[in-house]
């Protein structure tokens, strides 16, 4: 079930979202339970208990009692992984409101059956995705959600973190100690204080460097972290005093 909801104070307009969504679940034969909220408080209030969330929330940006981004960044809060999208009057108030990293934001005017179904297909598909171990990467105006099995490796850059997947790549900000939390235990390992790398990406290695597929560039290993890498590709490389070679 892909569950949606949306935030809007005026009621006219909420009972058009629903039957428009309606509509597009219905047409792509995608099963969907939708709530509508009036107020931004109220919104809140119902995300307050820990049950109570949703794969796609559209919040208007314009919300008389608490603002749309306020309660946008409430809400990711609540539920660091929703989807949320922005119904805005303007255009020009379209990069006040990336400050709260939103999927997307939409001019409510030009909502119709042909804009709405292109979005909630987009929103779904990344629902889809999430079904498979992924990370959130943020930057200042946008996000990624990247599936694990996707990425061959983390990098730091300055204050960035470059994630390497699918022959692209993005830079957000975060530290590489976060990255090395958040896909522990899931296939990476760190091999040197700047680098992190999925094990099934790695095609051959030596005292120095690692090989990845799909990359010219060799990946350094750090010499403090030389016998962690051979301790922890044992199960994938064989390992003699002079290399790491793939079996």
Not at 128 to 145: L, S
Not at 171 to 188: A, H, M
Request: aromatic fraction near 14%; include cysteine; hydrophobic fraction near 40%.
């Amino acid at each position: 079930m892909f569950s949606i909801c949306f935030c809007d104070d005026t009621p006219a307009t909420l009972h058009k979202y629903i039957e428009l969504f309606e509509l597009i679940a219905e047409r792509h034969q995608i099963p969907v339970s939708i709530r509508a909220f009036s107020s931004g408080e109220e919104f809140l209030a119902y995300l307050e208990n820990p049950n109570h969330f949703f794969d796609l929330y559209f919040v208007e940006a314009g919300l008389k009692d608490i603002s749309g981004i306020d309660t946008v960044l409430r809400i990711h809060e609540y539920d660091p992984w929703g989807l949320v999208i922005f119904l805005g009057v303007r255009a020009e108030c379209a990069s006040d409101c990336f400050a709260a990293y939103p999927f997307n934001y939409i001019i409510k005017s030009k909502l119709n059956f042909i804009r709405g179904e292109s979005v909630f297909l987009n929103a779904y598909s990344v629902f889809k995705q999430k079904k498979k171990p992924y990370i959130v990467c943020k930057n200042r105006t946008t996000f990624q959600c990247i599936q694990l099995s996707d990425i061959s490796h983390f990098e730091t850059l300055g204050r960035l973190v470059v994630v390497h997947f699918k022959d692209r790549s993005f830079e957000f900000y975060s530290k590489l100690n976060i990255i090395e939390q958040s896909v522990k235990n899931k296939g990476f390992i760190r091999v040197h204080r700047s680098y992190i790398v999925n094990l099934s990406y790695i095609l051959d290695a030596d005292k120095e460097n690692i090989f990845l597929t799909g990359h010219e560039t060799p990946v350094p290993i750090g010499q403090i972290y030389l016998d962690h890498v051979r301790r922890e590709t044992y199960p994938f490389f064989s390992i003699n005093s002079s290399s790491l070679s793939v079996k």
